[in-house]
């Protein structure tokens, strides 16, 4: 948790965003994981609107970090959509619940709900403008499911299909050829102390993602990656685990990021540089690839979109 002074904070931590949004008009904000002033920066009327909207002039959308509902003390999902975190990424049915609760017994608004979808939909309809135009009226069954779990949506209206859709996916071994662009793969490292240490960490049926746990790195192999990997820079290693059941979001790292499979699981990947111009990408060009259990796993950080998936629940220990 940060607590800042009012003049600390606009001057020195906020200026870098204030200057972005300003000077190159951003279609899209990302909040952090971490509380600012004792509020998350998801659920934070503060920073999402008043700061940001009011006081910027922002009018993209803002989304959260990747499963940052997903904790117990994590964000909480329908105090995103009051403070105008429009998309929670991933979104799950937790959130479906808890938004729709909460409009049930008047903690949310619909007009909230709808200044939250209204900024996902003009975002469609500006990144591609070949798209059927989307409206709140006409498309009122899928703006519910767009603000609670929203990227679904995205994918379908902005990419105009599923992915390969009728069709079958080959699943690659993590050692084929085709692998070499999105990442390598690495031997020599004993994890048997992690993947031991990952038998305590819960199985969700959706997803839950903890960026960093002390339990993991305290161990001797966390200075060992460190070391050889990461030239002895500070690391933190957190974990994935749970179950997708279908592409409905691709994750881009702007740096390599390190993969153990503490179960058998299939990662799904693109390419970075076939993203259009526009932000859109065709999600048939993602690429399935199997690794076994104990594998490491290294994706480069300026080629990949990674999802993780495994029909009957993963685990996957992440090194950054």
């Known amino acids: 948790m940060c607590i800042f002074q009012r003049e600390p904070l606009r001057e020195i931590y906020l200026r870098g965003f204030e200057i972005a949004v300003k000077e190159s008009a951003p279609v899209a904000i990302m909040t952090s994981y971490n509380r600012v002033n004792g509020v998350h920066a998801a659920n934070s009327r503060a920073l999402c609107t008043v700061i940001a909207r009011e006081e910027w002039g922002f009018d993209g959308v803002l989304m959260s970090d990747w499963s940052t509902t997903a904790p117990e003390d994590g ?3 329908w105090k995103c959509i009051e403070a105008g975190n429009d ?31 209204g900024r996902i939909i003009s975002l469609i309809n500006k990144l591609d403008k070949k798209t059927k135009k989307v409206t709140l009226e006409k498309d009122k069954k899928q703006v519910v499911s767009m603000t609670v779990s929203c990227y679904t949506l995205l994918i379908r209206y902005t990419y105009g299909k599923e992915h390969k859709q009728g069709g079958i996916m080959e699943i690659y071994s993590i050692k084929d050829e085709k692998f070499r662009r999105y990442g390598k793969v690495w031997s020599g490292f004993d994890c048997t102390r992690l993947i031991r240490e990952m038998e305590h960490t819960p199985l969700p049926e959706d997803v839950i993602y903890v960026p ?11 200075g ?24 409905n979001a691709l994750e881009d790292h702007r740096n390599s ?25 065709d999600t048939s060009k993602v ?6 259990a104990g594998t490491v796993v290294e994706m480069y950080g300026t080629t990949h979109f990674t999802m993780r998936r495994a029909m009957t629940g993963r685990k996957d220990l992440n090194v950054l």
């Open 257 to 281: 990021e390190i993969n153990i499979a503490v179960t058998n699981m299939v990662l799904l990947l693109g390419w970075l540089p076939d993203v259009t111009d526009a932000f859109t990408y």
């Open 75 to 77: 964000s909480i999902p």
């Open 87 to 117: 998309l929670i990424m991933p979104g799950s049915e937790k959130d479906d619940a808890d938004i729709r609760q909460a409009y049930a017994d008047g903690r949310l608004s619909e007009k909230e709900i709808r200044l939250c979808a």
């Open 224 to 247: 060992e990656f460190a070391r050889r990997i990461y030239g002895g820079l500070p690391i933190q290693i957190g974990y994935c685990n749970g179950s997708n059941h279908r592409l």
């Open 212 to 222: 960093s746990m002390e339990e993991l790195e305290v161990l001797p192999e966390a």
């Open 287 to 292: 690429e399935a690839f199997f690794v076994p």
